[in-house]
Each structure stands twice: as C-alpha cells, then as structure tokens.
C-alpha cells in the first residue's frame, strides 16, 4: 500500500517592510505609536499597508522573521484576529485622529470600500448620465464611491439646481444597508446585466464631499457653497475647512504669500510656523524682509518646544485670515482656475 505523502509548501518569503510589519503588529500599541513618529509619512503608509498584508501571519512563518524573537512573540501574538481595531489604534495614537483616517483611506484593503467595480471603467459623461435621473441619495453614494476628482467632474455634469444638494448628502453619508447598496448595484445592472450580493459599508463625510468638490472646477464651488450654507451651515463651514489645510498656503505665489504675512501677528506666525518642516518654513520666511525673519527665527528658538495643539490652533488662525483676505479680494487663494469667459 502506497503512503500518502503530504506536498511541501513553500515557506513565504517576507520583504524588509513586511518584516518590520510583523514586528509592529507583536508590540504595545505604545511602542508601535512611538516608532510611527519617527517615520515620514510614505514610511507610514507602506508599513500599515503591510500590517494588513501580514494580518495572517502563520507561526512557523512568524518563527522565521523573527529568529530568536519567537518565545516572545508566541506570548504576545493576537495577528489572526481582525487587524483593523489594532492597526486604528496604533495610528490614531502615533499620527492623531485626522491624519491616521487620512492614512486608513489609503491603505484599507478593497474589501472594506464599495464593490461597484464597473465604474472605475466609466467615463464621468456616462455616470452623470446615468444617475441624472435617479434620486439624490443614489447619486450622492455613487458619487462618493468614485476617485474624488472624477467624482467632481460628474457633480459638476448634473444640473446646477441639484448639486449643492447631492453634495450635502455626501456630507452626511454613513453606514449603507445592504438593500442600498443591492438599488445601487441594480441602477448599475440596467447598463451591463447581472449584479452581486452586497454588504454593508461606509461612505462619504465631509473630507470625502471636500475632495468631490475640489475635483472641480472653482466655478462649482463658488456656486455650489453659498447655496450649501444655506442648506446647513454646519456642513459647509466643515466641508471649507476640509478643504483647505495649512500646507495649501504654500500654493500661493510669493505676492500673495507676503500679502498673508504681513496681515498675520508675529506671534501666531512664529507658533504656526514651529509645526512646519524647514522647507516650508523657508518658503514662508522667503517671504518676508530679512530682518522680519531673523526675528521670527529668534521667536521660534526663544519659545522652545510647544504643545501640538498650540501650533494647529496657530495654523488655523492663519488659514482664518486667509479665507477672509481672499474674501475680500486682497489676495487670490490657489492656483488659476482653467475656466474662461
């Protein structure tokens, strides 16, 4: 009687970052925050990417990354259950809130976003056209599913009296029931037969109908805004917020730049300017007399280390006085709209 031989598998062969995410995914929450700091923010993206991609990490696989490490590892090891909850909780602590959501929406695997392939493969013409007719909540979670930029040009194709409309919905989109997502799936099905089983999912929030809406063109926005506050002040005001960061000041050119500066308090440009990297710094101060920067430097150094909050309460403080002096027409925000007359 023959024996059964049992087929060898071929043990997995780690990258260096998918290594270095094993060991993160073994550690405290503390320690694996504390090493996220250190890195810059691709380093960020690509290790959590790999912490999702060693999510099934076996033991003896475990045992060859890393060597002499394994007792250790084999006490503290939780890798087989859902990463999720962990790898939110090392970024939220390493990075805060808003950038560890603005590093999830990157790296999550696909299976957590939307399912509706087929429109990855359609043109923006042929979205708008498809849910023209259909009722502003279908349109809001298809437009939410798309790439922010196409998702702007398709706003942007529907007719004006909706739009401020739609994007408000986007705003406050959440969790979508499986029956939505089945209408959703079926508006799509009426293009190109068949469809799928669906589950639950999340979308929208003000970023994403932030991102939509910069996707495009200025004059949409300056159409669609004053309309959106009327509908809900608290949604626009979060939605202009989210669409416009400190590091988006850097987009101006040196005129308007210096124009900034010179209507924002010393002291609130010197704590703004403490949570920039010296780059950015050189380009603000770059806009200043030399004597003006010297003594914002002097400021800087005389001030020491600063608490997190005090620095983004200066930044926005700044990103303030810019909203209101482009108001005002003192200074233009971004670079030149493509649109002609």
Request: contains cysteine; proline residues 4%; glycine residues 8%.
């Amino acid at each position: 009687m023959n024996a059964v031989t049992t087929p060898i598998v071929a043990a997995r062969t780690y990258t260096g970052v998918e290594r270095a995410a094993v060991l993160m995914m073994l550690v405290g929450e503390e320690e694996a925050a504390a090493i996220l700091q250190k890195l810059d923010p691709e380093e960020v993206r690509q290790l959590g990417s790999a912490m999702f991609a060693v999510a099934d990490v076996s033991e003896q696989e475990m045992e060859d990354v890393l060597d002499d490490f394994v007792g250790k590892a084999r006490e503290r090891t939780g890798i087989t259950f859902e990463p999720r909850p962990r790898i939110e909780a090392v970024m939220n602590r390493a990075l805060g809130p808003e950038k560890a959501e603005s590093v999830l929406a990157r790296i999550t695997p696909p299976e957590a976003a939307c399912e509706l392939e087929i429109l990855d493969w359609l043109e923006a013409g042929e979205i708008a056209q498809m849910i023209e007719k259909e009722h502003p909540q279908i349109a809001a979670v298809m437009i939410a599913n798309l790439d922010p930029t196409v998702g702007g040009q398709v706003l942007e194709l529907l007719p004006d009296a909706v739009q401020p409309d739609i994007l408000h919905r986007i705003a406050r989109l959440g969790p979508i029931n499986p029956d939505a997502v089945e209408t959703l799936k079926a508006v799509l099905a009426n293009r190109r037969g068949g469809g799928s089983s669906a589950n639950g999912l999340t979308l929208g929030g003000t970023r994403e109908a932030a991102k939509i809406l910069q996707g495009a063109r200025k004059a949409t926005e300056q159409r669609v805004m004053p309309k959106l506050f009327k509908i809900d002040k608290d949604v626009a005001k979060a939605i202009e917020e989210a669409m416009f960061v400190f590091d988006n000041l850097l987009d101006m050119d040196d005129k308007n730049l210096g124009t900034l500066i010179r209507n924002v308090d010393g002291d609130i440009l010197s704590r703004a300017l403490k949570g920039v990297d010296e780059n950015a710094r050189g380009r603000f101060l770059g806009c200043m007399s030399a004597r003006a920067a010297d003594g914002i430097r002097d400021e800087m150094e005389a001030r020491g280390p600063m608490k997190l909050a005090e620095v983004l309460e200066a930044q926005k403080a700044m990103i303030g006085i810019a909203r209101n002096l482009a108001k005002d027409g003192t200074i233009v925000m971004g670079a030149s709209d493509d649109d002609y007359v």
